[in-house]
């Protein structure tokens, strides 16, 4: 009898490393090592860049001690700053912290990191990857040490302590109490009371499509006619779809619906460890291929309008291509929102994307079949460490002072599961290996090519974006030869997006680069683009009226099959999964 031999590498090896996960926050140690190696191998051999460093601090010191003289002779609020913060680091920026002895701790603390940002940024022989995660750990650590994040160091919250006879901390306690309780027992953050299918995802409709992986919701006319041309909307599968149908006043698919058109929206199944196997392939049959089929049936002989929203985005360019290369005709027209098509610079998240961090992710799916949002609440977390930890503890528990609840904020709780073999290709395929953008991502054993897209495009990207950075987004120019609309807006990945008309201190830049002409820079883009106050949807709907047809009486709702009239109204069933 013969014994098949299996290695014990592949049996042993990957629950070590799942276990190593759990207590890593799904983050690599080895790839930080790594980092850190690299760094003070080429530190230590290069004695220039350590004298650099001596005089800087040496500078500093100086500076500090000038400016501490200074605030002696003139009052602390008299005199400039020697170390301004980062233009978006709001921590310091109350008057309490120019009095002493806090104008001294602040300061101390914003040229310390620009002491070690120094330290780590431009050490000859350091690979750029391991240089911005140097730079990016170090200053997780710094923030770490914030004098904003402590009592006695923090003048702000001192001062209200005493305002207050201590009653905010009284309530701080009582909300990290809450906050420990809601977290041990899976209840949701702190918030307003948004229910699903009643605040939130409230628009009218129906499911008109369900298989293993999404179900279909197709939206009920609110206009007398409408566009013969529908619209499909991909969202991103990493959370719910009704970020596109939030509150009546800013739900981007009310919307469109109220602007005179039919429109469709995937909610993705929330996979749990029997959808490990599901595969990009699988996601783009059972989701775009499926709804595309659906529609041409309720909505025979018209093209469609295919918008797709991050990750969305990103599946539906996919898509896209793929269509193009088979001849198949479907599509009208092209958006994408927030969406990256080109992974050579995809910002902050490339900290967290290397081999040794993909293999762990790999071997942590494995395991459970599916990766959690809470897995990678962390990484995010830690991209916008102010604004998603310390501020908000600061808040929370030391000025004892909850934040009002927003659908915003609701949504962003209401998080999904990433099957295993879809989440390890996404990684693979496109954030480490960029193959589509370089012309081998595979659809059916076949590569696809983005050039071969034939339809007009119109592309929103967001000025703050942490998660698809607009310069990453603009290379769409790079890739797409047809006539493309690109649209820069305030706000970041989400609030940029989510931006109705009559949203305050709103405004976007556009410019239209018509098919095959020369592409320009990202900067001369910028300085060339029309600046224009307001949302950007007036503008998206203006374009979409340009290249539809004129409106007609409204198509049916769903399919008359036995099986169809058994789904349930929008928002379906899919969206409610935990």
Same mark, same amino acid.
């Given at each position: ?100 002895? #806090? ?16 330290a780590v940024r431009d050490v000859r022989g350091v690979s750029h990857h391991h240089q911005d995660v140097m730079d990016f750990v170090m200053r997780q650590w710094l923030d770490v040490a914030s004098p904003g994040n402590f009592l006695a160091t923090n003048p702000v919250v001192l001062k209200r302590t005493a305002q207050e006879g201590g009653r905010n901390l009284v309530r701080g306690t009582l909300n ?9 027992? %899976? ?8 229910v699903v299918g009643r605040d939130v995802a409230a628009t009218p409709g129906r499911v008109v499509l369900r298989n293993a992986l999404i179900e279909l919701i197709q939206y009920a006319p609110a206009t007398e006619n409408v566009r013969p041309e529908p619209i499909l909307i991909v969202p991103a599968w990493i959370m719910k779809y009704y970020v596109l149908d939030l509150s009546p006043h800013n739900s ?99 900290? #967290? ?26 990484? #995010? ?23 009002? %609840? ?51 495009? #119109? ?120």
């Amino acid at each position: 009898m013969t014994y098949l031999k299996i290695p014990a590498a592949m049996t042993l090896d990957p629950p070590v490393h799942a276990l190593q996960a759990r207590w890593t926050a799904s983050l690599s140690v080895e790839s930080l090592y790594l980092a850190f190696a690299d760094w003070l191998l080429h530190l230590m051999r290069s004695p220039g860049k350590r004298m650099d460093l001596l005089q800087l601090g040496l500078e500093q010191a100086q500076q500090l001690h000038a400016y501490l003289v200074s605030c002696a002779h003139s009052g602390p609020g008299e005199v400039s700053l020697c170390a301004l913060p980062p233009a978006n680091d709001r921590r310091f920026t109350e008057a309490e912290w120019r009095q002493w002895p #806090f104008n001294w701790l602040h300061q101390s603390f914003l040229l310390q990191q620009q002491w070690w940002h120094e330290a780590v940024r431009d050490v000859r022989g350091v690979s750029h990857h391991h240089q911005d995660v140097m730079d990016f750990v170090m200053r997780q650590w710094l923030d770490v040490a914030s004098p904003g994040n402590f009592l006695a160091t923090n003048p702000v919250v001192l001062k209200r302590t005493a305002q207050e006879g201590g009653r905010n901390l009284v309530r701080g306690t009582l909300n990290w109490l809450d906050d420990v309780m809601r977290q041990t027992i %899976g209840l949701p953050e702190a918030g307003g009371p948004f229910v699903v299918g009643r605040d939130v995802a409230a628009t009218p409709g129906r499911v008109v499509l369900r298989n293993a992986l999404i179900e279909l919701i197709q939206y009920a006319p609110a206009t007398e006619n409408v566009r013969p041309e529908p619209i499909l909307i991909v969202p991103a599968w990493i959370m719910k779809y009704y970020v596109l149908d939030l509150s009546p006043h800013n739900s981007l698919i009310r919307y469109l619906v109220g602007q005179g058109y039919t429109v469709f929206c995937i909610s993705w199944k929330n996979p749990d460890r029997s959808d490990a196997h599901l595969s990009m392939d699988d996601y783009l049959n059972l989701g775009i291929h499926a709804a595309l089929d659906v529609i041409g049936r309720i909505v025979p002989r018209q093209n469609v309008h295919a918008t797709g929203y991050c990750l969305g985005g990103t599946l539906l360019s996919i898509a896209a291509a793929a269509m193009a290369r088979d001849g198949d005709q479907r599509l009208a027209s092209l958006t994408l929102l927030a969406a990256q098509t080109d992974f050579r610079e995809p910002g902050e998240l490339s900290l #967290f994307i290397d081999e040794s961090e993909i293999a762990l992710l790999e071997d942590q799916m494995g395991q459970a079949g599916y990766l959690t949002a809470k897995q990678m609440a962390g990484a #995010f977390q830690m991209l916008r460490s102010y604004d998603l930890l310390w501020s908000r503890m600061t808040n929370d528990y030391l000025l004892g002072q909850r934040r009002d %609840g927003n659908d915003l904020m609701a949504w962003n709780a209401d998080s999904t599961r990433l099957p295993a073999t879809m989440h390890a290709q996404y990684l693979r395929h496109l954030y480490l290996d960029n193959d589509l953008s370089e012309g081998r991502y595979q659809v059916d054993g076949k590569p696809v090519e983005l050039k071969d897209i034939a339809v007009p495009v #119109f592309c929103v990207a967001t000025e703050t974006d942490h998660v698809a950075p607009w310069h990453s987004v603009y290379k769409v120019h790079h890739l797409f030869t047809d006539e493309v609309t690109f649209v820069l807006t305030g706000g970041g990945h989400n609030a940029g997006i989510v931006s109705e008309p009559g949203h305050t201190r709103r405004s976007y830049r556009t410019l239209v680069r018509q098919r095959e002409a020369p592409t320009l820079a990202a900067e001369t883009w910028l300085s060339q683009a029309q600046h224009n106050e307001g949302s950007w949807w007036p503008a998206w709907t203006q374009w979409l009226n340009a290249h539809s047809g004129p409106p007609q009486s409204p198509p049916r709702m769903g399919l008359s099959g036995r099986r169809e009239k058994t789904l349930p109204p929008a928002p379906g069933h899919y969206v409610m999964q935990k």
